[in-house]
Nanobody
Framework: QVRLVESGGGLVQAGGSLRLSCAAS????????GGWYRQAPGKQRESVAA???????NYADSVKGRFTISRDNAKNTVYLQMNSLKPEDTAVYYC?????????WGQGTQVTVSS
């Protein structure tokens, strides 16, 4: 059974940094593509960053220059390095990984940025 485990969330002051991890286990496939999404209270889930098999990345305008998505194929893990965090980055962050032909969601990790 495929399982995604997210870690790295927490409480940080504005201007600080966090690194989120999303590790996949139980799959015979490596990561084809991965993405991070976030959902703030009362708002819809939005895409934050994505990475595809060739290594190309794209970002939401609101996080460009501050967030970096990366992957470690050997560990079947995708990361989100978040720098210069702002209070408006506060949300539950979810990873979504495509392994083979299936896409899976992580359980979510809370990121809270205090002003």
């Amino acid at each position: 059974q495929v399982r995604l485990v997210e870690s790295g969330g927490g409480l940080v002051q504005a201007g600080g940094s966090l690194r989120l991890s999303c590790a996949a286990s139980g799959s015979i496939f490596s990561i084809n593509a991965g993405g991070w999404y976030r959902q703030a209270p009362g708002k819809q889930r939005e895409s934050v960053a994505a990475i595809i098999s060739g290594g190309s990345t794209n970002y939401a305008d609101s996080v460009k220059g501050r967030f970096t998505i990366s992957r470690d194929n050997a560990k079947n893990t995708v990361y989100l390095q978040m720098n210069s965090l702002k209070p408006e980055d506060t949300a539950v962050y979810y990873c979504n990984l495509r392994l083979g032909l299936q896409a899976y969601w992580g359980q979510g990790t809370q990121v809270t940025v205090s002003s």
